[in-house]
């Protein structure tokens, strides 16, 4: 479970690497993107299989991250922790996570700053957490434990807001401050979320980046949905707009040297309408912005 310093130590204050999803079964793709990322980005979720015992890692697909090597390094991103849950987070994605880490070595792993089911209910959807100050207390007892488990650096996501905010004690940046502050843990900040945000909510983005502590943002996302009926879809199904890349450059900018990965996020089930040789070019693309 050891983590590489070689990608951590390398980094400086106006570049960073690149690094895209990718969720196993297309070893075309895969090898069209290796020399092109520094990282590769897994959710556990989606290279897992259902079976008579549940749901497992699927075999092929390890097999072929663990052939990845050293042309790569792999970092963790999960989508099911559901760590903001009032009733408790899910074992099952501890039990993936404890498979996957046992067999691959990882620069970090993190999730999504959400909810994902109520009262034993799945919701089908990730729901951004209260900015409570309860909230706070008990997402930070369980990072600290996240971070006793496994011991390698767990970073959480801003994650798009499908319904407005309840009342809260904290702005959307004073509870990531909060959380990095009292944990240590880092951040990643999705682009296309708050984009997402300002669209449906009117959230006000150079506010939160006034206010958030950027030291702690470690990784950068940037992807692109469709809009539907007015509102702006976080689907990851298109290449990502120029104004999420400048933003995503903004953030770099401001992380002074914390920030040292960009992740171009997209869905499986995207790859045949986006093509193989347009992922690429999105890959040199991003290169090209953010080489210092
Ligand atoms: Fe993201």
Request: hydrophobic share 40%; aromatic share 6%; net charge negative.
């Amino acid at each position: 479970m050891a983590a590489s310093q070689n990608y951590l130590d390398r980094e400086t204050s106006t570049s960073v690497a690149i690094g895209a999803t990718y969720e196993g079964r297309d070893p075309a793709l895969l090898e069209r993107m290796l020399p092109l990322v520094d990282y590769v980005e897994v959710t556990l979720e989606t290279i897992s299989q259902v079976n008579d015992r549940g749901i497992s890692l699927s075999g092929d697909i390890m097999r072929e991250l663990k052939n990845i090597g050293k042309e790569a390094q792999i970092i963790v991103h999960g989508v099911s922790l559901s760590i903001g849950s009032h009733e408790g987070w899910s074992p099952t994605y501890l039990r993936l996570l404890d498979d996957f880490l046992e067999q691959v070595d990882v620069a970090w792993h993190s999730e999504h700053l959400a909810y994902t089911k109520v009262d034993g209910e799945h919701l089908g959807i990730m729901l951004a957490m209260p900015k409570t100050e309860e909230a706070l207390d008990m997402v930070c007892e369980r990072v600290r434990a996240i971070q006793e488990r496994y011991g390698i650096p767990f970073l959480l996501e801003n994650t798009v807001h499908v319904i407005p905010d309840c009342p809260s004690d904290y702005s959307e940046a004073g509870f990531l401050n909060e959380l990095t502050d009292r944990t240590g843990c880092g951040l990643i900040l999705d682009a296309y979320n708050l984009e997402c945000d300002a669209h449906n909510h009117g959230f006000d983005i150079p506010a939160f980046l006034d206010e958030l502590r950027h030291d702690s943002v470690r990784e950068l996302h940037v992807a692109c949905g469709v809009e539907h009926n007015g509102i702006l879809l976080d689907v990851h199904s298109q290449l990502a707009r120029n104004s999420t890349v400048d933003l995503a450059q903004e953030v770099v900018r401001r992380s002074e040297g914390s920030a040292q990965v960009v992740v171009y996020e997209f869905m499986p089930e995207a790859i045949p309408g986006l093509g193989h040789p347009a992922i690429a070019e999105q890959l040199r693309r991003l290169r090209a912005a953010f080489e210092s």
